[in-house]
């Protein structure tokens, strides 16, 4: 990180904080049965865990595939309903980051989706093949 005038560390704009940093044991699971006992005690069904035994770190990311009128609007319904859920993992002593991503029906990629894959670290002509993916996708299954 680069240093202010004060000495104090500063991120820079291309600085981008990777949420699997820090531990290489991440576990990745897109079934439900096979997620963390507390979220099998909740009604959520996340789409994506990625979990990490070693740091007690989860990121859980849940997609919405709304109307492009109603992006923020599903993202802060969904937003609400994930808060218990993050709550009692944060109680278990779980480092918690829930990502929601919204992907239109008509084939419109949200930032949310830029935003994930940022953290992710994928970056670059890979986010950007990711994007166009999705998007063709989406549009495609709205057919």
């Known amino acids: 990180m680069a240093k202010s005038w004060h000495g104090r560390p500063v991120r820079t704009t291309n600085q981008i904080e990777c949420l699997l940093d820090g531990c290489d044991d991440w576990d990745v699971s897109a079934e439900w049965d096979s997620h963390n006992n507390i979220i099998k005690e909740t009604r959520l069904r996340p789409n994506i865990v990625i979990h990490s035994a070693s740091t007690q770190q989860m990121i859980i990311v849940e997609l919405t ?39 239109g029906a008509r084939g419109f990629v949200g930032l949310s989706v830029y935003d994930l894959l940022t953290k992710l670290s994928i970056c670059g002509n890979k986010r950007t093949k990711a994007l166009k993916l999705l998007e063709e996708i989406a549009e495609n299954s709205s057919r």
């Open 65 to 103: 595939v709304p109307y492009e009128n109603r992006m923020e609007e599903a993202h802060i319904c969904k937003k609400e309903k994930y808060m218990n859920l993050t709550k009692k993992l944060e109680n278990a002593c779980y480092k918690t980051v829930v990502m929601f991503v919204e992907v």
